[in-house]
T-cell receptor, first 115, second 116 residues
Framework: AQKVTQAQTEISVVEKEDVTLDCVYE???????LFWYKQPPSGELVFLIR??????QNEISGRYSWNFQKSTSSFNFTITASQVVDSAVYFC????????????FGKGTRLSVIA | GAGVSQSPSNKVTEKGKDVELRCDPI?????LYWYRQSLGQGLEFLIY????????KSGLPSDRFSAERTGGSVSTLTIQRTQQEDSAVYLC??????????????FGPGTRLTVT
């Protein structure tokens, strides 16, 4: 069975601080995909990144960076110099590469950035 | 281009009534998914359509839930004899590739269903 765990339910930081959101996953598949989505107060889920299991290179996009560690089954997300607009619920998700499997989501981490 | 659209945005219904929720995927997307987001349960998969293949209904919580997709485009999720525990936000997503496993899913704004 596949499982995604986001142990941090809520995080609160002061603007300009760096913050890391943790994601740990479980799967028996050798090939799989990992995703991060952002859900701002408006409610719509916004795709942030996709990473396949063959590619362990870390990725940086502006203030966002992702650290994929296959050895520890983790796919952590760091926001550098956080801003109030980063306040949202962030979901980590996993998808198998075999068959028509849906996304398996973690419970989400609610990030509040305080001015 | 236009994203995934859903209607209605909000629906309040009385317990025992049937409801229909509509999803319009991104044009050209062959895969369509329904998820449910409720307090304490996170995001749960309900059903998945891929092209003309039989849908994957493994996430539907009971036989009161059904969905169809007409002409490979618009989808309708139907909940019969609604119960209070059906109250949630119902999210639709679509994806572009026949090999949809690795493709990102684009989500609609959701329909907030409240059963009184």
């Amino acid at each position: 069975a596949q499982k995604v765990t986001q142990a941090q339910t809520e995080i609160s930081v002061v603007e300009k601080e760096d913050v890391t959101l943790d994601c740990v996953y479980e799967t028996r598949d050798t090939t799989y995909y990992l995703f991060w989505y952002k859900q701002p107060p408006s409610g719509e889920l916004v795709f942030l990144i996709r990473r396949n299991s063959f590619d362990e290179q870390n990725e940086i996009s502006g203030r966002y960076s992702w650290n994929f560690q296959k050895s520890t089954s983790s796919f952590n997300f760091t926001i550098t110099a956080s801003q109030v607009v980063d306040s949202a619920v962030y979901f980590c998700a996993l998808r198998s590469n075999s068959g028509n499997t849906p996304l398996v989501f973690g419970k989400g981490t609610r990030l509040s950035v305080i001015a | 281009g236009a994203g995934v659209s859903q209607s209605p945005s909000n629906k309040v219904t009385e317990k025992g009534k049937d409801v229909e929720l509509r999803c319009d995927p991104i044009s050209g997307h062959t895969a369509l998914y329904w998820y449910r987001q409720s307090l304490g349960q996170g995001l749960e998969f309900l059903i998945y359509f891929q092209g003309n293949s039989a849908p994957d209904k493994s996430g539907l919580p009971s036989d009161r839930f059904s969905a169809e997709r007409t002409g490979g485009s618009v989808s309708t999720l139907t909940i019969q004899r609604t119960q209070q525990e059906d109250s949630a936000v119902y999210l639709c997503a679509s994806s572009s590739s026949p090999g949809a496993q690795g493709r990102e899913q684009y989500f609609g704004p959701g329909t907030r269903l409240t059963v009184t």
